[in-house]
C-alpha cells in the first residue's frame, strides 16, 4: 500500500497538518503536491509547536524523505526562512528535496496579488496576498520562472525580463519598487539558488523509485476541495486543484500509484476568505465556535468565518476526491451543545431542494441550509482515545456523517495534542498494520 494521499475535504484549515503528521510516522516520504505558503500547518509536539507554510509536516521526523513537488508554488525567501527555523532548532533538513521543476512566486507576483485584490474592491476573493493566483498564472501562460532557473544566471535574468514585459501595464504603479530593479531581483534569487541547491532535484524520478521500492509514500495536500479552480466555489477558490487526483500530476505519479485517499474535514465547517458558505452561522453560536476551536488563521490570522457541518459540499468532496476514509478533527469542540445541527440539504431561493452540490454559481449564492438536528453531549472528549470511549452523543453523530459520506471514520481529533486522537479499528489496520477493521458504526 504505497500511495497515500491525505487532501483537505471542506474550504481548508481541516487540520491537515496534525493528521499528516501522525500518518508520516508510518510512513517513508511525505510530498507536496500543489498550492504554496497561502498553507498553514500548525503541529503540537508535546510542549512545542511548530508552523509550516511549505515544508511537508514529514520534516519533523529524522530520516524521512520530504519532497516538495512540481505542482507547488515556491516563494524562495519563505522557504529559506523557514529551513533556517528549523535548522535552528536542530531538525534535520537535509532529506528535503525541491522539484526543479516548480514555480517560483516573485516579487511582482505578490505586488500583482494585492494589486488584484484590491481593483477588485467589494469583489474581492480575499486571497492571502502571497501571490499564489499570479505564479500559476504565469506558469499557465508559459511565462513562469521555475526551481531549476536559478541555477542558470543567463536563463534567469532573460526569463525575468520576459515574464515582467508583458505586465509592464500593470506592473507601473509600481515602478519605483525596489524589489522589481532586474538587477537586485536577479542577484536576490541567484542567493536563494546557492542556498537551495543541494535540495534541488528531479522528484519525480525520486517518486519512481520511491514507490518501485514499495515505501509508503504520504501525498499531501493544501488547501481543500471546496477551494478548488476547477470544482470549488469559483471564483473564490484557490489556483491550484487540491483534489486528490492533482497528487498525480503536482509529482510526476499515475493514478495507478494511489492506493488510498483519506479526506480531512472538521467536526464543523470554516471558510476564509469571501465566497457562498451556506451553513454558515453568524449569530452566537457562530462566535463560540469560532472562541473554542481558536478559528483564527494560521498563515494571516484572519478570524475565520464558522458554520455546522455541511453534508452535501462534504458529499461532493467524498465523490471528487473519491474518499477511502473520513478524519474527523476537533470533535472536542463541539462538547457541551445540548444539540448539534448538520447541513443535510440546501434549499434554493425559489423553493427547491438540494441534496446534491448545486454546480451553478448563481444558485448556490442563494442557498441556505436546511439542517438536522442531533443530540450533542456534554462530557469533556480530550481524554478519549477508543470509539467506546466516546460519549452516545459523539458516536451517534460519527455514524449520521459516515452514512451520509459513505466513507468510513478512520480517525478522530478529540484535542490539540498529538495524542489526542481515536482511531478506529479500521484506520489502524489501513495505516499501521493488521487488524479487525470497523466502522465507526460498529
Ligand atoms: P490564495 O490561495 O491566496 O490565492 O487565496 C484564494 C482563496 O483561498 C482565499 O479565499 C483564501 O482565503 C483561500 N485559501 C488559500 N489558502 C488557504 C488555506 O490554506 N486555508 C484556507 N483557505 C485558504
Same mark, same amino acid.
Given at each position: 500500500m504505497p500511495g497515500i494521499v491525505i487532501v483537505g475535504a471542506q474550504w481548508g484549515d481541516e487540520g491537515k497538518g496534525k493528521i499528516t503528521d501522525l500518518l508520516a510516522e508510518h510512513g517513508d516520504a511525505v510530498v507536496r503536491f500543489q498550492g504554496g505558503n497561502n498553507a498553514g500547518h500548525t503541529i503540537v509536539r508535546g510542549e512545542e509547536e511548530w508552523k509550516l507554510h511549505l515544508i511537508p509536516s514529514?520534516?519533523?521526523?529524522?530520516?524521512?524523505?520530504?519532497?516538495? +513537488?512540481?505542482? !507547488? !508554488?515556491?516563494?524562495?525567501?519563505?522557504?529559506?526562512?523557514e529551513l533556517d527555523a528549523l535548522r535552528a532548532r536542530r531538525v534535520d533538513v537535509s532529506g528535503l528535496r525541491i522539484s526543479a521543476n516548480a514555480h517560483l512566486i516573485m516579487p511582482y507576483h505578490l505586488l500583482l496579488d494585492s494589486a488584484g485584490e484590491a481593483k477588485l474592491g467589494s469583489l474581492q476573493i480575499g486571497t492571502t496576498r502571497r501571490g499564489i493566483g499570479p505564479c500559476y498564472a504565469d506558469k499557465a501562460a508559459r511565462l513562469g520562472i521555475r526551481v531549476q532557473d536559478l541555477l542558470d544566471e543567463k536563463i534567469l535574468k532573460k526569463k525575468i525580463v520576459a515574464a515582467m514585459?508583458?505586465?509592464?501595464?500593470?506592473?507601473?504603479? &509600481? *515602478?519605483?519598487?525596489? @524589489? /522589481?530593479? /532586474?538587477?537586485?531581483?536577479? *542577484? *536576490? #534569487?541567484l542567493t536563494y539558488g546557492h542556498r537551495l541547491e543541494q535540495h534541488i532535484a528531479d522528484t519525480a524520478r525520486l517518486m519512481w523509485e520511491l514507490l518501485d521500492e514499495d515505501k509508503k509514500v504520504i501525498?499531501? +495536500?493544501a488547501q481543500g476541495a471546496m477551494l478548488d479552480i476547477d470544482h470549488g466555489t469559483y471564483p473564490f477558490v484557490t489556483s491550484s486543484n487540491p483534489l486528490s487526483g492533482a497528487a498525480c500530476v503536482g509529482t510526476g505519479v499515475g493514478p495507478k500509484d494511489i492506493d488510498e485517499v483519506w479526506g480531512i474535514s472538521k467536526a464543523y465547517t470554516t471558510r476564509v476568505g469571501a465566497g457562498p458558505f451556506p451553513s454558515e452561522l453568524h449569530e452566537e453560536m457562530g462566535e463560540t465556535i469560532r472562541r473554542r476551536g481558536g478559528e483564527f488563521g494560521t498563515t494571516t490570522g484572519r478570524p475565520r468565518r464558522t458554520g455546522w457541518l455541511d453534508l452535501v459540499a462534504l458529499r461532493y468532496a467524498a465523490r471528487l476526491n473519491t474518499l477511502t476514509a473520513l478524519v474527523l478533527t476537533k470533535l472536542d469542540v463541539l462538547s457541551g451543545l445540548d444539540? %448539534?445541527?448538520?447541513? @443535510?440539504? #440546501?434549499?434554493?431561493?425559489? +423553493?427547491?431542494? &438540494? *441534496?446534491d452540490f448545486p454546480y451553478h454559481q448563481t444558485v448556490l449564492h442563494h442557498t441556505t441550509a436546511q439542517l438536522t438536528e442531533l443530540r450533542g453531549w456534554s462530557e469533556d472528549l480530550g481524554e478519549c482515545r477508543t470509539l467506546s470511549d466516546l460519549p452516545d452523543g459523539a458516536r451517534e453523530y460519527l455514524q449520521f456523517i459516515e452514512e451520509h459520506i459513505g466513507a468510513p471514520v478512520t480517525l478522530i481529533g478529540v484535542g490539540p495534542g498529538r495524542d489526542q486522537v481515536v482511531? @478506529?479499528?479500521a484506520g489502524r489496520a489501513s495505516m %499501521?498494520?493488521?487488524?479487525?477493521?470497523?466502522s465507526a458504526a460498529a
Open positions: 514529514g520534516i519533523l521526523y529524522p530520516g524521512k524523505r520530504c519532497v516538495i +513537488g512540481n505542482g !507547488v !508554488v515556491i516563494d524562495p525567501k519563505v522557504l529559506i526562512e514585459e508583458p505586465k509592464r501595464l500593470s506592473l507601473r504603479p &509600481f *515602478e519605483k519598487d525596489p @524589489t /522589481l530593479d /532586474l538587477h537586485t531581483m536577479t *542577484e *536576490e #534569487y501525498f499531501e +495536500g444539540r %448539534i445541527q448538520v447541513c @443535510t440539504s #440546501y434549499r434554493g431561493a425559489e +423553493g427547491a431542494e &438540494f *441534496e482511531w @478506529t479499528d %499501521i498494520g493488521p487488524g479487525a477493521g470497523a
